[in-house]
């Protein structure tokens, strides 16, 4: 079974600053796809940024980045120029052969002025 | 485009009553997934249609728990009879089909709260 870890419960970060979220995660796999999903207070959970475990280049989306290490098996997203609206709970996913998305527990991120 | 829809947002009930969710994906979207929310944790899949079969059932606690999708629309999400631990936020998400890397759109959740 997979499983997908973030260890950081919560972490906070200065407006304009660059923060870093981590996350494991453990297969058997070696076609899968990882996510980080987005869910604000009292709002929808959002894609944030998605990567192919094939594709060796790491994937950005604006000022969202990931720094992918299959070997290690670690999916790290990258917040640069960190806003107000940053402010969420961050959930690391993985899904596989089975389609099905596994979410980690989540990091609540806290960006203060 | 209109998002997926879900109601109620809030329901509070007694343990042993009964609970219906109701959830209307995006329209054109084949694939509808129903999660459990518990409070500090990630969402766990219960349940995912496609059209209107279910792909993967392996986690929904069948003696309370059923859920059917209309004609390959709508679905709703039952719990009958309710327990204390089933206390969360129920999401239901759809995605265009059942790819892989399909992103998954969500809905806003039913907040469920047993006593």
């Known amino acids: 079974a997979q499983t997908v870890t973030q260890s950081q419960p919560e972490m906070s970060v200065q407006e304009a600053e660059t923060v870093t979220l981590s996350c494991t995660y453990d297969?058997?796999?070696?076609?899968?796809?990882l996510f980080w999903y987005k869910q604000p207070p009292s709002r929808q959970m959002i894609l944030v940024i998605r990567q192919e475990a094939y594709k060796q280049q790491n994937a950005t989306e604006n000022r969202f980045s990931v720094n992918f290490q299959k070997a290690a098996k670690s999916f790290s997203l990258k917040i640069s120029d960190s806003q107000l609206g940053d402010t969420a709970m961050y959930f690391c996913?993985?899904?596989?052969?089975?389609?099905?998305?596994?979410f980690g527990t989540g990091t609540r991120l806290q960006v203060t002025l | 485009e209109a998002g997926v829809a879900q109601s109620p947002r809030y329901k509070i009930i007694e343990k042993r009553q009964s609970v219906a969710f109701w959830c209307n994906p995006i329209?054109?979207?084949?694939?509808l997934y129903w999660y459990q929310q518990i409070l500090g944790q990630g969402p766990k899949l219960l349940i995912q249609?496609?059209?209107?079969?279910?792909?993967?059932d392996s986690q929904l606690p069948k003696d309370r728990f059923s859920a059917e999708r209309l004609k390959g629309v709508d679905s709703t999400l039952k719990i009958q009879p309710a327990k204390l631990e089933d206390s969360a936020v129920y999401l239901c998400?759809?995605?265009?089909?059942?790819?892989?890397?399909?992103?998954?759109?969500f809905g806003p959740g039913t907040r469920l709260t047993v006593l």
């Open positions: 996913a993985f899904t596989g052969t089975a389609s099905k998305l596994t």
């Open positions: 998400a759809s995605s265009l089909d059942w790819d892989r890397g399909d992103e998954q759109f």
């Open positions: 249609f496609q059209n209107n079969g279910v792909v993967d």
């Open positions: 329209s054109g979207h084949a694939t």
């Open positions: 297969t058997s796999e070696s076609n899968y796809y």
